[in-house]
């Protein structure tokens, strides 16, 4: 049981916008610790999608993007494309114990 | 461009002992933070702990501290991740990714291939 949660399954059909949530707590999100997420894409290592809730890191299209609000976060994939169909993970820290990093469960996204 | 380089894939019977790297390509992991993150089959990812090659200063998470063993040897710019003796459910992809701590919360901004560690009898 992760605790930051995802759906574990999103889709949409290709030019559509498709949106991720991460939901954490007071301990986390809500502690003011910020969301990163990153992209996994078939049989290849994870990428870093977003970093600090709402930043892309260079290369990454911009119709990639995050938000944050109270205890969660989201990711919106804008003019969704067959290249995006992959697993979102969303990243924060927990302040219990202090400082550890945690994960998201995993969000599949499958384009239609 | 620097990368992360992963050792290749291993097949372990339980109670035998591993060790696998990540080394940066042209010595660039002489002073980085590098972590470990595993991903069990069918599952999520899951943060081990952390290690900077400067001076091998060493976080681990609560769920992994005592079940393995992260070490880095900066002449060499590598990390490492070891087991002293692996269980059938250390099998997963386990990959290294450089962090950035200066954030409030770190960030895993480049990763290394995987690498994945089959535990059988």
């Known amino acids: 049981q992760s605790v930051l949660t995802q759906p574990p399954s999103v889709s949409g059909a290709p030019g559509q916008r498709v949106t991720i949530s991460c939901t954490g707590s007071s301990s986390n999100i809500g502690a003011g610790f910020d969301v990163h997420w990153y992209q996994i894409l078939p049989e290849t290592a994870p990428k870093l999608l977003i970093f600090d809730n709402n930043n892309r890191p260079s290369g990454v299209p911009d119709r990639f993007s995050g938000s944050k609000s109270g205890t969660s976060a989201s990711l919106a994939i804008t003019g969704l494309q067959a290249e995006d169909e992959a697993d979102y993970y969303c990243q924060s820290s927990d302040s219990s114990p202090s400082g550890s990093v945690i994960f998201g469960g995993g969000t599949k996204l499958t384009v239609l | 461009e620097v990368r992360l380089v992963q050792s290749g894939a291993e097949v372990k019977k339980p109670g035998e002992s591993l060790k696998i790297s990540c080394k940066g390509s042209?010595?660039?992991?002489?002073?980085?933070?590098i972590g470990w993150v595993r991903q069990m089959p069918g599952k999520g990812l899951e943060w081990m702990g952390i290690?900077?090659?400067?001076?091998?200063?060493?976080r681990y998470s609560p769920s992994f501290q005592g079940q393995v063993t992260i070490s880095a040897d900066k002449s060499i710019s590598t990390a490492y991740l070891q087991w002293s003796s692996l269980k059938a459910s250390d099998t997963g992809i386990y990959y290294c990714?450089?962090?950035?701590?200066?954030?409030?919360?770190?960030?895993?901004?480049?990763w290394g291939q995987g690498t994945l560690v089959t535990v059988s009898s």
């Open positions: 042209g010595n660039s992991l002489t002073s980085n933070w």
């Open positions: 290690i900077y090659t400067g001076d091998s200063e060493t």
């Open positions: 990714a450089r962090h950035d701590i200066k954030s409030v919360t770190p960030m895993a901004d480049l």
